[in-house]
């Protein structure tokens, strides 16, 4: 594979630290050096190379909470309207999409069939498509009248989820999906606003519903994540080892203490974009919100800001992912929620900016097995020699505006594997030198 040298480019390494002027190197798949200028780099006679201009390199962005067989629908029922045919290459698509936009790894958060997500994981991993890399996520396993339960009586009905009660059923249907091959295994033990038998403050899973599949994930190496709104949730959640929680926007004091207690292992995505959109931009989209639905939605959105930024300040890792994939929250501006982040959270640009790399590759190399953990080195996330070359070139500064990373036409170029994406064109050759 040929070397890439980027020149005259300005970094953001992920670390957190101020941008600097340097040159990059690229061998193969990975990071081979990083020179601070007035270093220069040598490079192999016949490596590509690319004056970035001036503009800046960084490290591609990770989807902490990737729906990318959600596909824009109108509401979860309409998922299982979708041919499975139909929907493999829509999930394809999307997740295309998705790194068209500077997303070059994603974290599912659930698959809308129960092998959308392996089989699209599949082809891209053997170069079959083109896409991000990708964890695969299991159906939501929820119990009866909880998040993803769309059963009717008189007509079938299916979306997102599959249906337990108790924890045989639960254990069941975990095992069946580490047969078809995923990697996380997802529950939902809170109820959502949207759910008119389970709100977001109840915790409507068991204990021993919750430890059947920690029971299954821990045999069989896979990491767990939840839909855990509610306080109760979130605390069951850390008693049985879950790694990934969702939401957990109405924590309470013990909650917050115990996800600071666990913020070595654990990672919050509290999904803000989804929240945002199905609540503020309601009117706009015509929607007429009954004022209880209001209130609750309200006192959720407060408190969950309150709650991410008290998880800020106590250092736990709370990572961007918005729950996008539905008509009114779509893919792919996913790239939002680091606004969101900055907006509402009180987060700096170059904090959101850490949240949406560094921490995200944490995220993906992050396991829940007692041998995943020691294999999963983490490689993503940082422009740093010997990571995986995923990068982004961006016109602009984003640790000064984050919003610049929602617009594609800023991603000068994006690379993934050490092959690029998207290209930089020849007019990006022979600008100014990048300021130190």
């Not at 339960?149 to 599959?162: C, K, P, Y």
């Not at 306080?231 to 996800?259: F, N, P, Q, S």
Request: with cysteine.
């Amino acid at each position: 594979m040929t070397d890439t040298l980027l020149r005259n480019v300005r970094v953001i390494d992920g670390s957190g630290a101020a941008p600097f002027a340097a040159e990059v190197l690229v061998s193969g798949n990975r990071i081979k050096a990083l020179a601070r200028r007035p270093a220069t780099l040598a490079a192999a006679p016949d490596a590509v190379v690319v004056d970035g201009g001036g503009a800046t390199l960084m490290p591609g962005l990770v989807e902490a909470h990737a729906h990318p067989s959600f596909i824009n629908t109108p509401s979860s029922p309409a998922l299982g309207e979708v041919p499975p045919e139909e929907h493999t290459l829509l999930t394809a698509k999307f997740a295309g999409l998705l790194l068209d936009h500077g997303f070059t790894a994603l974290h599912s958060a659930a698959s809308a069939k129960p092998r959308l997500d392996v089989v699209v994981r599949n082809a891209i991993n053997a170069g079959d498509i083109v896409g991000p890399r990708m964890l695969a996520a299991s159906l939501e396993m929820t119990v009866t009248s909880g998040l993803g339960d769309v059963r009717l009586n008189h007509l079938h009905r299916e979306t997102f989820a599959v249906v337990a009660d108790g924890p045989e059923e639960f254990r069941r249907w975990a095992r069946f999906f580490v047969r078809e091959g995923v990697d996380i295994l997802k529950i939902n033990p809170s109820g959502d606003e949207g759910t008119p038998g389970s709100k977001a403050h109840m915790t409507v899973m068991t204990d021993a519903e919750v430890a059947a599949v920690a029971e299954v994930a821990v045999a069989h190496e896979k990491r767990m994540a939840a839909h855990a709104r509610s306080a109760g949730a979130v605390k069951m959640c850390l008693r049985h080892g879950v790694d990934v929680i969702y939401h957990a926007t109405l924590c309470d004091e013990e909650a917050l203490d115990m996800l600071e207690a666990a913020k070595d292992r654990v990672f919050v995505a509290p999904t803000i974009g989804i929240t945002w959109s199905a609540y503020k931009e309601a009117p706009v989209r015509g929607v007429a919100l009954p004022d209880a639905v209001k209130r609750r939605f309200d006192n959720e959105l407060v408190r969950g800001i309150d709650n991410m930024k008290a998880l800020h300040r106590r250092g736990v890792r709370v990572l961007p992912g918005g729950d996008y994939g539905f008509a009114f929250n779509p893919m792919p501006r996913n790239a939002r929620d680091m606004e969101h982040f900055v907006t509402l959270f009180g987060f700096t640009p170059m904090e959101a900016i850490v949240a949406a790399t560094r921490l995200g590759g944490e995220l993906m190399a992050a396991g829940a097995g007692p041998g995943e953990t020691e294999r999963g080195a983490v490689e993503l996330g940082q422009v740093k020699e010997d990571f995986l070359a995923d990068l982004l070139l961006v016109d602009g500064d984003p640790s000064i505006d984050v919003t610049i990373l929602q617009d594609p036409a800023r991603l000068v170029a994006i690379m993934k594997d050490g092959i690029f994406h998207k290209a930089p064109t020849p007019q990006r050759q022979a600008r100014p030198l990048a300021a130190e």
